[in-house]
């Protein structure tokens, strides 16, 4: 059998479910390609008593974990939600064709986190990347989602890229803004939520920039517009 195990947005956030079910697998796999984790492996290990096995990008797209979970039970191990990746929809996918049961344990996510912002999260619209640019390839794309949420008001959720720090995400979003003539104002960078770590800041751009030590894992806010009780709960983070 294969589980896909959501491991919530801190070290504590396993169900008892999900910890008896790790235990008993023959082979527990570590998703490490997706994020920036707020603590370390060995804190993991000390929760669920248990050593796993990461497995980088190559390996949960090979699809070998699916083989392997014919002849044993297997566990992947993802933070936050288990099923926010594309690639791990392809693993039950390819379970499903293989007539391979499995099973989803489901956990919080930085969508639930974000909550805890005081925006209303019905009002966000499509979630879009910040991806680390490379000197010949500077994708800017994403911000043509940010201009469609903005037209129907909404908030946009910038995920950043594993490995970019903040001041490097800061510079690429105002570059990107400038070519796609949008005016940047108040962002809401969001620093490990769910965590002893968690921090929500709430700034002008500018003022952004003095905070170079944001921690990841961290994400970006780009506000739509703001109901009154938005704006109340946001002016306590500025």
Not at 49 to 72: N, P, Q, W, Y
Not at 114 to 135: C, D, H, M, N, R
Not at 196 to 216: A, G
Request: net charge neutral; aromatic share 8%; with cysteine.
């Amino acid at each position: 059998m294969l589980y896909l195990i959501g491991l919530g947005l801190n070290e504590k956030s396993l169900s008892k479910e999900a910890i008896e079910i790790i235990k008993r697998c023959k082979k527990v796999y570590l998703e490490d390609y997706t994020v920036d984790f707020p603590y370390t492996h060995q804190a993991l290990i000390d929760e669920i008593g248990k050593k796993f096995v990461t497995a980088d990008r190559e390996k949960v797209e090979s699809l070998e974990i699916v083989d392997e979970a014919k002849k044993m039970d297997v566990a992947l191990l993802v933070y936050g939600s288990p099923l926010t990746a594309t690639t791990h929809v392809t693993l039950i996918e390819e379970a499903i064709l293989s007539g391979i049961k499995y099973r989803i344990i489901n956990n919080a996510s930085v969508l639930d986190g974000i909550a805890e912002t005081g925006l209303q999260v019905y009002k966000f619209g499509k979630i879009t990347s910040l991806p680390e640019w490379k000197k010949s390839y500077e994708p800017d794309s994403f911000m043509e989602i940010v201009k469609e949420n903005q037209s129907i008001k909404a908030h946009t959720l910038l995920l950043v890229d594993i490995g970019l720090d903040i001041k490097k995400a800061i510079e690429q979003l105002e570059k990107a803004a400038k070519k796609h003539n949008f005016k940047l104002f108040k962002l809401i960078i969001c620093q490990a939520l769910g965590t002893k770590k968690q921090k929500i800041i709430y700034k002008d751009i500018e003022k952004i920039k003095e905070f170079t030590n944001v921690q990841k894992p961290y994400c970006i806010i780009i506000p739509g517009e703001l109901h009154f009780m938005e704006k109340k709960m946001l002016e306590g983070f500025s």
